[in-house]
């Protein structure tokens, strides 16, 4: 096991696309980390980057203290569970698992040893003689991590190995997999363009933009203190509420057509000055004096809550509520923050959190 | 899941397949038929009398010559398949590979395949012919002894040339079309497996362009056996003193030159069995090694 340290990594592909823009990061000994951002952001490029599938074009990666950039994707001792599980088709899945160990030469009885624990740990032991084809997606993605667990690599890495499965199943292997980390301790690095894959995975969750970094921290931390308002929209469903507003004194905000306290301390904001604030749906409450005039237009059912959509001052807004909860009729409803701590204040020109 | 048509009653499946049985029939079945039954007829040199002469005609299948003739088939046949398998697999591994020009590489490898063989026979010879042949004068020039006219094996060599030339293209689309079948993170699954360049060609590669392989094999065989007679006739004309006679040009010059048409009959249906038995050998041991 090792740590993955990244320094001003970039990559450009033919034709000047620029995937990656300068990326660094420590990806801790041991840690599970997500790659966490839309559709496009140069996730697979930097992961692909850290197996040695991708050249490097500046920048350095390291894992371990060993610095890879030129070293061949066999020798960096790391394994890769592909999108479409890329198994060999030809071969049956004893075979797929212990292809790689054969490579690097392992003595028989080792291998059999090998694919067999791996096979139990997985509950894949019945279909070791069969093919590929013959296996569920399911079951296929478990013989694409057989194959990882097997070699005792350095690094798992994994890109997008749970997007092509059904809804149900997806849920219980994200499960299977941080059960499967809880127990091999592995560093492991993780893409993934879903956010609640990203929440109930990762040690460590880093948010990616356009090629870059967004913010770097736990799970609760990027949900909690997001840096930016791409963070905020991004993470969390329903996604934050943004607002523009104007600071009128330390601890004070216009917004929405109502007045609401934050956190002095906590934002550098000088008074005058315009910003945008987030509040999250679940942090927002009904009736408070003072608060913002409230538009009501729809209502969504999801079973134990309900989330009210309407508009403020024209924005749209979202909040959620107990389903038991009585909403008063008409268009009389105010809206405000839970409390001082849950308002969010970013800088409206770079879209950067304003928190000290 | 199978997508079907229930048709009711028994009259009109039978009626739809009727225009396909036709076709199959007149042209295949009645043509065959005919053929096996003109083997077991002699007619005498002036065609004014014909015989029934039951297996005599296949008698002569025994003869010496024809026995060479079998023999030289197989040579022919062997080169002609596995160079031009050999080397549209090298070309396609080529063209797989490459990203910039590929286009203009395939679009170049693929217009052999629109030369009419009797035209590409005409070319070769061109090329190849002793006195005015390019290359053959660079031969010359070079010091190299070249006459295909008169040397039985530089004949052979030239057919076999200009027969392998001819197939390229067509195993070459198919090969291409099966390497980039494999999808690319195979590849690359296998290449963070700790599998070398080659290792992976061989375990990973190979083994996933056998089926389509397999199936060359079998349309690279019919095709030496029988599509190269329009080159060979073109070049050659099966000399000089048969060292480029295979077994359907034989087939040809029994029957159309030498009017022996009960001999070129009896030479049409063992043509006819060796290749059925052949693809039924392929089918039966090589094609259950090779699909996954
Ligand atoms: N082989 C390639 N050649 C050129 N551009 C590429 C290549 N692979 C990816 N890209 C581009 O790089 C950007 C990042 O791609 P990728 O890393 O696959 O994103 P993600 O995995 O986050 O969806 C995209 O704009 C994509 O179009
Ligand atoms: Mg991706």
Known sequence: MAAVTLENVRKTYTGNVEAVRGVSLTIPNGSFTVLLGPSGCGKSTLLRMIAGLETITAGTCAIGDRIVNDIEPAERDIAMVFQNYALYPHMSVYDNMAYGLRNRRTPKDEIERRVAEAAKLLGIEEFLARKPRALSGGQRQRVAMGRAIVRDPQVFLFDEPLSNLDAKLRVSMRLEIRRLHNRLKATSIFVTHDQVEAMTLADQVVVMNGGQIEQVGAPTDVYRRPASKFVATFIGSPPMNLLPGKIVAPGQIEAGGGALAYDADAFDARV??????GIRAEDIVVGASGGMPFVHEFVEELGATRVIHGTVA??????????AAELAAGNSLRVSAASPAAVHVFDPATGRSLRR | MEKRAIFGGWLVPYLLLVPQMVVVLFFFYWPAVQTVWQSFLLEDAFGLRTD???????????????????GRTVVFSTCVTVLSLSIALLLAIQADKSIKGAGVYK????????VAPAVAGVLWLFMFQPSLGVVARAMRNLGIPWNPMLNGNHALLLVILASVWKQISYNFLFFLAGLQAIPRAVHEAAAIDGASRTRRFWTVTFPLLAPTGFFLLTVNIVYAFFDTFGIIDAMTGGGPSKATETLVYSVFFQGRLGGNLGASAAQSVALMVIIVALTAVQFRFIERKVTY
């Open chain 2, 107 to 114: 679009t170049l490898l693929i217009w052999p395949y629109a």
């Open chain 2, 52 to 70: 029934f002469v039951w297996f005599d005609n296949y008698k002569d299948l025994a003869s010496r010559e024809y026995l060479q003739t079998i």
């Open chain 1, 314 to 323: 024209g924005h749209p807004l979202e909040f959620v509520t107990p389903a």
């Open chain 1, 272 to 277: 005058g000055a315009g910003v945008d604030i």
